[in-house]
């Protein structure tokens, strides 16, 4: 099957029905429409804090995330909002969380993109790049301590790789076989400067074979090519096989900050919006007969009401009360410490 000149890797994998092809593309769009209206929103400066863009990078939170089990966790990056998506936080979930109001898990006390929701599988993220590595290996560990199957899914970008939490977490998982499927989102760019400025091998991919475990290479555009990369990842570490490493080759079509301006030149932008992954993947499911405009349009008006209602609402809710600053910080409460 091809679409826009790109092989699609397994169109239709026989545990994918029509329904989760569609629903992984919904997700996807719904990922594109939450990043258009954050931004428009940022630099409206009615958000009180930065936001990381995904737009270009859907396919790899989508493909990687949507055929874990309730009992894996994962850690997203800074740029893998549709992981959120996928394991089932709502707009209004993260709308509250980008306000940072009292509607938000964290109650204002961590940035959006790295707020976790336990009941989802997903694990609060660190500030610090790359430190998600080693987190991430810990709770693998502790999954299999308790005896269980799980397995911990980390996302991170190219640029983590130059940072030594990379090569100490891969190591140390290497080392102990944990369960742990680490995923670089290879998106060309330490934020405004190429890749090629602090990464000197061309892929990512290639530091697996230092730490004796694969490392595999697919197309970040394409989400069952990321899904059936991780798949095979995910089955190797319940089996008890160890780690693996999955780079996702992807482009972000936003700047890399909303305070930042653009740095790529326009033509190469342009360039891989031309291989944009919702305009792959709707391509292929109309070719297959599972997809046409009727519903892609429909399902854009669902998302683009729940969206606007998940704005409106997150904008008129509350900010936290200050006392909640020292909530969740001691072990015990405040109250009781007679501070």
């Known amino acids: 099957m091809r679409c826009n000149g790109v092989n699609m ?7 994918l029905t029509p329904d989760d092809l569609r629903e992984m593309y919904r997700l996807m769009l719904l990922g594109r429409r939450f990043s258009e209206r954050a931004m428009e929103l940022a630099e409206a400066g009615r958000l009180p804090t930065g936001l990381h863009p995904s737009a270009g990078q859907e396919a790899v939170g989508v493909g990687a995330c949507y055929g874990l089990r309730d009992t894996d966790w ?7 909002t549709e992981a959120y998506w996928t394991r089932g936080v709502t707009l209004l979930q993260m709308m509250n969380a980008i306000m940072a109001n009292s509607g938000s898990i964290s109650m204002g006390k961590e940035s959006f993109h790295h707020c976790g929701y336990p009941e989802l599988g997903i694990i609060s993220g660190p500030a610090i790049v790359a430190a998600q590595i080693p987190m991430t290996v810990g709770a693998a560990l502790g999954m299999r301590m308790k005896g269980t199957d799980g397995v911990g899914v980390c996302f991170f970008g190219d640029g983590a790789t130059a940072r030594g939490d990379f090569h100490e977490g891969l190591n140390l998982a290497a080392l102990l076989k944990a369960p742990v499927v680490f995923i670089c989102e290879n998106n060309l760019y330490f934020q405004t400067v190429p890749t090629e400025i602090g990464l000197p091998i061309e892929n990512v991919a290639d530091r ?24 095979e990842g995910v089955r190797r570490a319940r089996q008890g096989e160890g780690p693996s490493l999955v780079e996702c080759k992807t482009y972000r079509f936003f700047r890399h900050h909303s305070t930042l301006r653009e740095t790529r030149s326009l033509d190469e932008v342009a360039r891989w919006k031309q291989r944009d992954p919702l305009t ?30 998940a704005v409106e609402e997150s904008m008129a809710t509350p900010g936290p009360d200050a006392r909640e600053a020292f909530t969740h910080v001691y072990a015990e409460p405040i109250e009781a410490m007679n501070i």
Do not use: H
């Open 9 to 15: 890797a397994n169109a239709t994998p026989e545990d």
């Open 74 to 80: 994962i850690m997203p990056s800074l740029r893998t």
């Open 208 to 231: 697996a074979a230092s730490y004796g475990l694969p490392g595999t290479i697919v197309d970040g555009q394409d989400v069952i090519a990321v899904y059936e990369a991780t798949r």
């Open 280 to 309: 792959i993947m709707a391509g292929s499911l109309k070719d297959q007969g599972i997809l046409d405009d009727a519903t892609i349009a429909k399902t854009d008006r669902r998302i683009g009401e729940e969206l606007d209602a």
